[in-house]
């Protein structure tokens, strides 16, 4: 999967909206609405900055579905991390398909310097913006990697090695669902868990088209041929739905 491959298109937050798109055949052209600008990482009584900013930009700049779409607000990583799935201090945690870091930062927050997070993703200046975040924050123990998550065995982490691996709003993206699971099971070691966490099938104008929506049962019908056995599904919030499983 290159990054022109138009079904891998990664979230970014506010402070790209008027950069350069790692490539403009991700671009859908939707306009901003404040629900969308919310879903973007943007305070809801910010939108109307938003709309500014979008505004200028350039004809053929408008926001990737991954701007509108990624993770967001809507989610929270802190209850979602810690009192669901249970990440704690020393845990070794990868954010597969990790956009624009919230949920990289957060876990690199409840690992403390005895753990580490690996923060995945396709594009690489959205690995450079999470590098910049996590100093920001005071944050040594993330390390970016690129990486193509369709294909089995390219993400750099040693298999077997992980105790927590995130999909958070990324197999939408994609419709190799199957292969992205099967590289984040690769990644865990037995007893480990993988967090799944995508768009229910809701009919709000900000959410991602049904075609785009993905199918929790097929999901469970993976796993089940992936050595990963389903503890737990969850409400991860008003939109998304969110299911936890654990390496055989």
Known sequence: MAEENNNIINDQTSNVLNQNLADENLTSGLPITEN??????IAPDKANVVKAQVAQTPVGKAPSQGEVFGKSELLNAGTI?????????G???ADLGAGGGMFSIQAARLVKDQGQVYAVDILKNTLSDIESKARMAGLYNIKTIWS?????GATKINEASLDFALLVNILFQSSKHYEIIA?????LKSGGKLLIVDWDNTQPAFTPPSNMQVDPSKLNE???QLELNLEKEFKAGQYHFGAIFIKI
């Not at 969308?36 to 990482?41: C, D, F, L, P, R």
């Not at 193509?148 to 089995?152: A, F, M, Y």
């Open 36 to 41: 969308q600008a919310a879903n973007q990482g």
């Open 81 to 89: 991390l810690k009192d669901i799935l249970g990440i704690s201090i």
């Open 91 to 93: 845990s070794v945690v």
């Open 148 to 152: 193509n998550l369709e294909v089995v």
């Open 183 to 187: 590289e984040a099971s690769r990644l």
């Open 222 to 224: 993976y796993a089940s």
